[in-house]
């Protein structure tokens, strides 16, 4: 444990901002899985719409600073081929 004021605090913010970035890729991944719930159910409009609220998502987490970039970039990409392949 650390027993200088600088360490402790840093110890708390550090805590505080993984519990974010936790709740932040839990979120990912289910609006990522709504979208691919919806292409398989076969409603199109429904899947076209959690598609484009899970890249919007994926793109709010690059600006928090959860994910890179090219993290992001990747997973819209892969996530839009799924989901296109189902429908199609």
Do not use: C, F, W
């Not at 444990?1 to 110890?11: L, V």
């Not at 997973?75 to 429908?87: G, W």
């Amino acid at each position: 444990m650390a027993n200088i004021k600088s360490n402790i605090k840093r110890n708390r913010q550090n805590i505080r901002l993984n519990e974010r970035n936790v709740a932040i890729r839990s979120e990912l991944k289910t609006r990522a899985k709504q979208a691919v719930d919806a292409a398989e159910a076969g409603d199109t409009a429904k899947a076209e719409e959690l598609l484009r609220l899970a890249q919007k998502r994926i793109d709010m987490a690059v600006t928090k600073g959860v994910l890179h970039k090219r993290t992001a970039s990747r997973r819209k990409s892969r996530l839009t081929a799924q989901v296109r392949s189902i429908l199609a």
